[in-house]
Protein backbone atom coordinates (compact mmCIF):
# COMPACT_ATOMS: atom_id res chain seq x y z
CA UNK A 1 0.00 0.00 0.00
CA UNK A 2 2.03 2.90 0.74
CA UNK A 3 5.69 2.39 -0.45
CA UNK A 4 8.82 3.23 2.65
CA UNK A 5 12.25 3.66 1.66
CA UNK A 6 14.58 3.94 4.91
CA UNK A 7 18.43 5.25 4.08
CA UNK A 8 20.97 6.48 7.10
CA UNK A 9 22.42 3.27 8.41
CA UNK A 10 25.93 2.29 8.62
CA UNK A 11 28.61 1.65 10.78
CA UNK A 12 29.38 3.87 13.63
CA UNK A 13 31.74 3.32 16.90
CA UNK A 14 30.24 2.73 20.63
CA UNK A 15 28.86 6.26 21.35
CA UNK A 16 28.34 7.38 18.43
CA UNK A 17 25.34 8.64 16.59
CA UNK A 18 23.03 8.49 13.58
CA UNK A 19 19.95 10.12 11.91
CA UNK A 20 17.79 6.98 9.89
CA UNK A 21 15.56 8.68 7.69
CA UNK A 22 12.26 6.74 5.98
CA UNK A 23 10.53 8.43 3.27
CA UNK A 24 7.20 7.66 2.39
CA UNK A 25 5.10 7.94 -0.71
CA UNK A 26 1.11 8.37 -0.27
CA UNK A 27 -1.54 11.30 0.17
CA UNK A 28 -2.95 10.90 3.54
CA UNK A 29 0.77 10.45 5.31
CA UNK A 30 -0.11 13.06 7.80
CA UNK A 31 -3.14 10.28 9.52
CA UNK A 32 0.05 7.64 9.64
CA UNK A 33 1.10 6.17 12.66
CA UNK A 34 4.96 5.80 11.94
CA UNK A 35 7.30 3.46 13.64
CA UNK A 36 10.76 2.08 13.58
CA UNK A 37 11.34 -1.90 14.52
CA UNK A 38 14.54 -3.63 14.63
CA UNK A 39 16.10 -7.08 13.99
CA UNK A 40 19.06 -8.15 14.90
CA UNK A 41 20.25 -12.13 13.36
CA UNK A 42 18.65 -14.91 15.48
CA UNK A 43 16.05 -12.44 17.07
CA UNK A 44 12.61 -11.45 16.70
CA UNK A 45 11.77 -8.02 15.34
CA UNK A 46 11.14 -5.77 18.19
CA UNK A 47 9.47 -2.53 18.56
CA UNK A 48 11.74 1.01 19.36
CA UNK A 49 9.84 3.88 18.49
CA UNK A 50 6.47 5.24 17.23
CA UNK A 51 5.17 8.71 16.44
CA UNK A 52 1.20 9.77 15.97
CA UNK A 53 -0.79 12.45 14.70
CA UNK A 54 0.81 15.01 16.52
CA UNK A 55 4.39 15.14 17.52
CA UNK A 56 4.02 14.88 21.45
CA UNK A 57 2.20 11.76 20.77
CA UNK A 58 5.21 9.63 20.86
CA UNK A 59 6.40 6.01 22.39
CA UNK A 60 9.87 4.63 23.29
CA UNK A 61 11.24 1.29 23.52
CA UNK A 62 12.31 1.51 27.33
CA UNK A 63 16.30 0.81 26.20
CA UNK A 64 16.49 3.38 23.89
CA UNK A 65 14.21 6.25 25.89
CA UNK A 66 16.69 9.20 26.44
CA UNK A 67 18.90 8.18 23.75
CA UNK A 68 16.63 7.93 20.36
CA UNK A 69 14.47 10.30 18.96
CA UNK A 70 11.75 9.92 16.68
CA UNK A 71 10.41 12.59 14.67
CA UNK A 72 8.17 13.82 11.16
CA UNK A 73 8.08 15.90 9.00
CA UNK A 74 4.86 15.97 7.13
CA UNK A 75 5.55 18.41 4.47
CA UNK A 76 8.18 16.04 3.35
CA UNK A 77 6.22 12.57 3.84
CA UNK A 78 9.44 11.74 6.07
CA UNK A 79 10.24 10.06 9.27
CA UNK A 80 13.52 10.36 11.42
CA UNK A 81 15.23 8.58 14.19
CA UNK A 82 18.00 10.10 15.73
CA UNK A 83 20.21 7.69 17.18
CA UNK A 84 22.39 9.38 20.13
CA UNK A 85 24.78 7.09 22.45
CA UNK A 86 24.81 3.95 20.38
CA UNK A 87 25.87 0.54 21.88
CA UNK A 88 26.59 -2.56 20.21
CA UNK A 89 23.43 -3.46 21.45
CA UNK A 90 21.45 -1.39 18.69
CA UNK A 91 23.23 -3.26 15.77
CA UNK A 92 20.51 -4.15 13.54
CA UNK A 93 18.41 -4.32 10.64
CA UNK A 94 16.35 -0.84 11.07
CA UNK A 95 12.79 -1.21 9.31
CA UNK A 96 10.04 1.65 8.85
CA UNK A 97 6.70 1.04 9.29
CA UNK A 98 3.26 2.89 8.58
CA UNK A 99 0.17 2.32 10.51
CA UNK A 100 -3.08 3.12 9.28
CA UNK A 101 -4.90 2.24 12.68
CA UNK A 102 -7.57 4.95 14.11
CA UNK A 103 -6.28 3.85 17.69
CA UNK A 104 -3.27 4.85 18.73
CA UNK A 105 -1.25 1.06 19.35
CA UNK A 106 2.19 2.00 18.25
CA UNK A 107 4.07 -1.19 20.11
CA UNK A 108 2.50 -4.00 18.33
CA UNK A 109 4.13 -4.48 14.50
CA UNK A 110 0.79 -6.50 13.70
CA UNK A 111 -0.49 -3.17 13.66
CA UNK A 112 1.59 -1.63 10.68
CA UNK A 113 0.15 -2.26 7.46
CA UNK A 114 3.61 -1.61 5.36
CA UNK A 115 7.57 -2.07 5.65
CA UNK A 116 10.42 -0.61 4.17
CA UNK A 117 13.25 -2.41 3.19
CA UNK A 118 15.50 -2.20 6.24
CA UNK A 119 18.49 0.10 6.75
CA UNK A 120 21.61 -1.76 8.43
CA UNK A 121 23.09 0.06 11.80
CA UNK A 122 26.12 -1.56 13.19
CA UNK A 123 27.98 -0.47 16.39
CA UNK A 124 31.45 -1.20 16.93
CA UNK A 125 32.47 -1.67 20.55
Known amino acids: QVQLVESGGGLVQAGGSLRLSCAAS????????MGWFRQAPGKEREFVAA????????SYKDSVKGRFTISRDNAKNTVYLQMNSLTPEDTAVYYC??????????????????WGQGTQVTVSS
Open 26 to 33: GRTFSSYI
Open 97 to 114: AANRGLVWVPTLSSRYDS
Open 51 to 58: IGWTDNLT
